[in-house]
């Protein structure tokens, strides 16, 4: 069964709409009319050619179509997102066509002190049809549980103030996560069902995509620094929950600009290196 799965591959033909972008401008805030076909898009915004087509009887229980490849359920009930990484290499230009491929990359199944486990890696390319290699690789890694072993959140004080020289706090609402879960056609219940997030899955409140969280990251380093993304490498510490505020931070390093995002304890929850042109 496993190596059928592995074998998979889906590929299809996206366009880069440029009603998805305004769109995708729209959820962040930005002028729409800033973005137009012909135009590059910005580093971050592909998230929404990754959609996947799931139909929904074929949905997991939860609710999470895949996003491009149907995730195996593997008898374990509980999806988290582990971590993405992205490489930049080359333009797509907002109109235009690319050819998109998904499969699953790995499936690594573990035994653990809390039960069974299992890790999916899946990757995708984004290649517009003009070129002869990926403009886009990215792989999203997500964690198979047994069964929830969420608790809802205490009430902590937060712990010593965020230092750092660049940094900026967003308070996630439920618009902002319902229109990101849109775009990206993501249905899963913790990002949009609170009675399933909190009475199912054990969770305080609804849960920041992950995906979400890595997009304004992108953003702070390009509309906040002016920088512009070659590769990013996210790894999710803990879950950052609905209209908790949440701080944005960027530190220059010798081998590039290392990215945190703290919760509303000042807890570090994502944990993200990027390189920059």
Not at 37 to 62: Q, V
Not at 81 to 105: C, H, M, P, Q, W
Not at 197 to 220: H, K, M, R, S, Y
Request: aromatic share 6%; proline share 5%.
């Amino acid at each position: 069964m496993q190596e059928s799965i592995l074998e998979s591959k889906t590929q299809s033909n996206e366009q880069c709409s440029p009603t998805m972008v305004r769109r995708v401008a729209a959820m962040l805030d930005l002028d729409t009319r800033s973005f137009s076909e012909g135009d590059i898009l910005p580093k971050g915004w592909h998230f929404f050619m990754l959609a996947g087509e799931t139909r929904k009887s074929k949905l997991r229980k939860d609710g999470f179509p895949g996003l491009g490849v149907p995730i195996p359920d593997l008898g374990l009930p509980r999806l988290l997102l582990g971590g993405r990484t992205a490489s930049y290499n080359g333009d797509i230009v907002i109109g235009s066509v690319v050819e998109k491929t998904s499969f699953i990359k790995s499936i690594v199944e573990k035994t653990t002190n809390s039960g069974p486990m299992a890790i999916v890696t899946i990757q995708h390319e984004l290649r517009p049809v003009t070129a002869s290699i990926p403009a886009i690789i990215e792989t999203q890694t997500y964690i198979l549980l047994s069964a929830s072993t969420a608790s809802k959140n205490s009430e902590k004080t937060s712990s010593q103030p965020i230092e750092s020289k660049h940094q900026k706090q967003v308070i996630p609402d439920e618009t902002l996560i319902f229109q990101y879960s849109a775009l990206g056609f993501n249905s899963h219940k913790i990002h949009l069902d609170r009675d399933y997030a909190q009475n199912i899955e054990g969770l305080p409140d609804l849960v920041v995509n992950g995906g979400l969280t890595t997009l304004l990251l992108t953003e702070f380093l390009r509309t906040y620094l002016g920088l512009e993304m070659t590769a990013i490498k996210v790894k999710h510490i803990a879950p950052l929950y609905c209209n908790r505020p949440m701080t944005l931070t960027a530190e220059q390093k010798e081998t590039g600009w290392e990215l945190k995002v703290f919760d509303d304890n000042n807890e570090i929850a994502v944990e993200a290196e990027a390189n920059v042109k």
